[in-house]
């Protein structure tokens, strides 16, 4: 092999589908400079993949947003598929979820729509070669850090496998997130502001909500009843936010953060997800229903 990135391209990309962004783990510490740690926003689905190709956290996986990614193999490798269930193909056939498979030069691995959930996330042994910003290989939509969303044409390198990292091929491994029919339950503990709301966070866990179409990777914006704030509080000074805050704004409505989200807010967080519920509201789409439990 030469320098030439053409030469040492591992996939073509051939169709992105409605976003394919790189991901691992993400850049934690960074909060005093502004920068969230983003990351995958499934991070059960991408580590799960990573253990199917017998790696360590520290590769760069595609987290694909609905399904839609086409690649073309140029080469040999072995690959996973975690979160949504994409019923992906590879060569025209179709290729097990939760499970390492190996490809081959020529081939095409194409994933379809998911029947439920959002994110799906493509392993591959050695990651994906793209180099680190802030330490990590992530994919920030806020900030604008880290690699560019794929587009068609583009070429990807494959890296070397974890030194010292045993691997075989698994047949099967069960999905990160195990949606059923019915409302996704979310656990939740209180957060800094909940005594700024009328009925305090009993009044979000006892309501339905509904995830809104305008959702991102910055916060899972929601639909139901207008929470209201007591009266007399003024306004507050920006605070520290975290992954899995829910956020609620004047008008009532509460925003979960998400990966990318921002590092302050000046709206009060009623409650915090936990780092699974947190995973967990990633691979909701729009209209899907939500309920918030509390954890005792």
Known sequence: MTGDPADRAAFEVLDTGALTLLCDLGRPGFAALGVSGSGAADRAAYRLGQRLVGQNYQHAALEVTFGGLALRCRTRAWVALTGADARATLAGRAVGHGAAFEVQADQELVL????????????????????P?????????????????????????IGPASAGWEFEPVEFAPTAWPLGP????????????????????????????????????????????VLERRSGLGELVSEPMVRGSVQVPPNGRPVVFGADHPVTGGYPVIGVLTPTASDRIAQARPGDEIRFVTRG
Do not use: H
């Open 112 to 131: 379809g729509v998911p029947e439920r959930g959002l994110r799906t996330y493509v392993s591959v042994r050695g990651g994906f070669a793209v180099p």
């Open 182 to 225: 019915g409302p996704i339950e979310l656990a939740i503990v209180p957060g800094p502001r909940d005594d700024w709301f009328v009925g305090g966070l009993a009044r979000l866990v006892g309501s339905g909500w509904v995830v809104s179409a305008e959702s991102n990777r910055v916060g899972v914006r929601l639909s139901g009843p």
């Open 133 to 157: 910003v802030l330490r990590s290989r992530s994919s920030d939509v806020l900030s604008g850090l880290g690699p560019d969303p794929l587009k068609p044409g583009q070429l990807l390198a």
